[in-house]
């Protein structure tokens, strides 16, 4: 019997010049199989944090999202328009529970990643053959910001000596498109699976075992904002063990993290990088520090989390 999987993104309204890539190779890997994919996406258009330069351009990024995903929605996907604050913790915490029950396999999707067309297939042939109902899997990724990401490379990434220059294709401010990501995954080899321990994964397309949240790890609620992806590798750790992460190492998936039209349109954001944009941004520092320290205290029982509430406050 085939493997089920059920994949899922957030998509929030200053990405949608972004968003075509990840839609345009995710269709392109649901072709490819020939068992079932669930495709989740839920597009928000609050501004609660980022507030767009206008009405109309606001207007504007929702209909050319939902043009990039088509009319009618394809079958077998989940469309969802959001209305109220949906961040990146929410999402994949209320995507888990809603899919565990139905579907094999869950698959994290990010607006800004590039879906290998063999994934679907290969992430079938895995789950056929492990040994143990519980599990997480991962691919090869792109140069990350350090060396303790060099198990998770791809092995043509690995050779390279760290760069910050856009123009390197293996540089960590580097976009990659599709016919590049292409030019690796279709080089006919056998695949490099193995297993990795301690665990080390980031979100963008993490491959969870539905058993995993039966079990009941998922995102620790406190995680409100960012580093939820750290937060549920500490809950697995907590509740499961060690349980298998297997890396399927010759398998690229592209996150194009830096990429310069990920957050456009936002009123009042100054800067020339992704980064500096979003820094910008006096509540994004508050917030992503108070999600981080409630990350790593979730097991200390003398730490209070904290919340939206307390981001606020530190504004003023």
């Given amino acids: 019997m085939k493997t089920k999987f059920a994949i899922g993104c957030l998509v929030q309204w200053y990405e949608c010049?972004?968003?075509d890539s990840y839609i345009e190779t995710l269709k392109e890997a649901v072709e490819q199989y020939d068992g079932d994919v669930i495709v989740d996406i839920n597009i928000v258009i609050d501004e609660t944090l980022e507030k767009c330069v206008?009405?109309?351009?606001?207007?504007k990024c929702i209909q050319?999202?939902?043009?990039?995903?088509?009319?009618?929605?394809?079958?077998?996907?989940?469309?969802?328009?959001?209305?109220?604050?949906?961040?990146?913790?929410?999402?994949?915490?209320e995507f888990n529970d809603s899919y565990c029950d139905n579907v094999d396999v869950l698959i994290w999707g990010e607006s800004d990643m590039l879906v290998p067309k063999q994934m679907f297939l290969v992430l079938d042939m895995l789950h056929q053959n492990v040994n143990t109902p519980k599990y997480i899997a991962t691919f090869g990724i792109c140069k990350m910001w350090d060396d303790s990401w060099k198990i998770l490379e791809h092995p043509a990434f690995t050779v390279k000596q760290h760069s910050d220059n856009p123009n390197d294709w293996w540089?960590?401010?580097?976009?990659?498109?599709?016919?590049?990501m292409n030019s690796f995954n279709d080089v006919l080899e056998p695949l490099e699976v193995k297993q990795i321990t301690p665990h080390k994964f980031n979100g963008c397309g993490l491959v969870i075992s539905s058993e995993v949240i039966?079990?009941?790890?998922?995102?620790?609620?406190?995680?409100?904002?960012?580093?939820?992806?750290?937060?549920?590798m500490l809950m697995i750790r907590k509740v499961l063990g060690d349980i298998p992460q297997y890396h399927i190492g010759n398998i690229l998936v592209v996150h194009n993290r830096k990429h310069k039209d990920k957050r456009n349109y936002i009123l009042g954001e100054t800067?020339?990088?992704i980064g500096q944009k979003r820094d910008s941004n006096n509540w994004y520092r508050i917030a992503n520090e108070l999600s981080k320290q409630n990350c790593y205290n979730n097991f200390n029982t003398e730490f209070k989390p904290?919340?939206?509430?307390?981001?606020?406050?530190?504004?003023k």
Wanted: net charge negative; glycine share 4%.
């Fill in 306 to 315: 904290y919340t939206w509430n307390d981001v606020w406050q530190n504004i």
């Fill in 171 to 180: 540089s960590v401010n580097y976009s990659m498109n599709k016919d590049e």
């Fill in 271 to 273: 800067g020339q990088s």
């Fill in 54 to 59: 206008s009405r109309e351009q606001h207007d």
């Fill in 17 to 19: 010049d972004i968003v």
């Fill in 214 to 232: 039966r079990s009941g790890v998922n995102i620790p609620k406190s995680v409100f904002f960012v580093h939820e992806d750290t937060a549920f």
């Fill in 64 to 93: 050319k999202i939902s043009s990039i995903i088509g009319t009618p929605v394809p079958k077998n996907w989940n469309v969802n328009v959001i209305g109220y604050l949906q961040t990146i913790a929410d999402y994949r915490r």
